[in-house]
Structure formats: C-alpha cells, structure tokens
C-alpha cells in the first residue's frame, strides 16, 4: 500500500471517475494532473454530469467497449470532439471465469487493440485523455495499467489505484445484486493481485510491457510522446 490518494471528480451519474494525477513514479515524481482520467461509461451521466464531464476540456475520449455495448448503452459523450471507438476485445473472444485469467486471456490474444489504446493516449492533442469502458474496471483497468507502467509508475500505486474501482463501484453493484448473475470464479471483486498479476504476466512471458506493446505495434516515438505527456 501506498499513501497515493486518487482525485475523484464529481461526475453526477458515475460512480468511478478519477484523474491519475499525484499517483507516485518509482524514480520520484508524480503523474501529471489533467492529462489521464479513467472512468466508468458515459452513458450512465445525468445532464449535470455531461455538462461536468465536457468542461473538463478532454482533447480524447477513448470507449474501450464492444460495439454491441455502445448500441446498447450509447455514450453521452460520443458527439464531443476527439472522441474515439477502440475495442481491445473482437468479436467472438471468450471471457474466461477467474480474473486474473480473464485479464491475461485478453492480453495475449489482442496486443495489436491494447497498442492501438495505449497509442491514442500518447498521440492525442495537448488536453486531458479519457479512458472508459463499460464499469471502469477490466479492460480500463489494463490500458490504464500499461500506459502507466510504460511511464515508470509505482506498481504498488498503480494497485492502489486499481483496487478503488470496487470501493466506487459497491453502491451500484449492491443495488443490482439481487438479479445480477456471477460468472464462475468471480464470485469477489478482483483484488490488486489481479493487476499485479497480469503486469507479471506480461513481463514473464515478453519481458517487459514496452516489449509487449512493441510487438502489438506501439513505436518507440508513441512511448516517448506518452511520457511526455504524463510526466512531463
């Protein structure tokens, strides 16, 4: 654990929105505040949080969801400038049950999409990037994770960070637990060594996450630019 304290923005209508801004780097320093936000979907904003989320001047909004989620629950922010559809999962990937299988599953099958993801954070226009999917958990959690590391996060940080998401997320999950089915082996909430675990993954079986990355398509200039970004 860490004494990382998230900045959670008041979103009405989300649940599980904060800028990665203060998170501590492991050779000192911090990530910079305004320039990466996770969240939950848009679709669950009120008016009042569209009008909180567009003010936050993003310059992109990166929707990680399958296409048949987003016809489902449209974004409120889809119509904004910047806005992008970049799904890390493709049609017909399964999910696995037990977490930790379930993020590593995704990694190894699409390294091209989480590139792509991890890519438009760090070629997007000077402002603040949104990153989101359906909870703000899953797959937000990974791109933020690898994005993060590539920048030379705290991987206790990074858990810290990670493990938030149930702590926003229990009023909602609490109010639909009585009709919500629960997949086999995810019974909990995944916990911090689910991210740990997967960052693991990646470094056992690629080395590294750059390397990993490097093989989906990320370029030398794309992690260069993400650091500047995020810590400069």
């Known amino acids: 654990m860490t004494d990382y304290t998230p900045l959670h923005l008041d979103w009405p209508g989300c649940l599980n929105v904060r ?23 848009p679709s669950f ?17 990166i929707d990680l ?3 048949e989620e987003i016809e489902l629950y449209p974004s409120r922010l ?3 400038p910047g806005h992008l559809h970049l799904p890390v999962q493709a049609a017909g990937d ?3 049950g037990p977490w930790v299988h379930l993020y590593t599953g995704l990694l ?3 390294p091209e999409l989480f590139a792509r993801a991890v890519a438009a954070v760090a070629d997007a226009p ?14 937000t959690g990974l791109v933020v994770a690898l994005a993060l590391s590539l920048v030379g996060a705290d991987l206790d940080a990074l858990a810290d960070d990670y493990e938030i998401t149930n702590q926003r997320l229990a009023p909602r999950y609490t109010a639909r637990a009585a009709d919500r089915e629960v997949l086999a082996g995810r019974e909990i909430p995944p916990t911090r060594h689910v991210i ?9 079986r690629h080395g590294s996450v750059e390397a990993y990355l490097s093989h989906g398509g990320l370029t030398p200039g794309h992690v260069r630019a993400l650091r500047a970004r995020l810590t400069g």
Not at 55 to 61: E, L
Not at 196 to 204: D, P, Y
């Open 196 to 204: 740990v675990g997967a960052m693991e993954h990646l470094r056992m």
């Open 108 to 110: 190894d099958r699409r």
């Open 78 to 80: 889809a119509d904004l």
């Open 65 to 67: 969801r399958r296409p």
């Open 45 to 61: 904003l009120t008016d009042d949080g569209v009008v909180a989320a567009t003010t936050y001047g993003f310059s992109r909004i």
């Open 19 to 41: 800028d990665l801004g203060g998170l501590p780097l492991t050779g000192g320093g911090t990530v910079r505040e305004r320039a990466l936000v996770r969240s939950e979907s």
């Open 94 to 96: 399964p999910e696995e």
């Open 126 to 139: 000077e402002g603040p990037v949104l990153v989101h999917c359906a909870a703000g958990k899953d797959r």
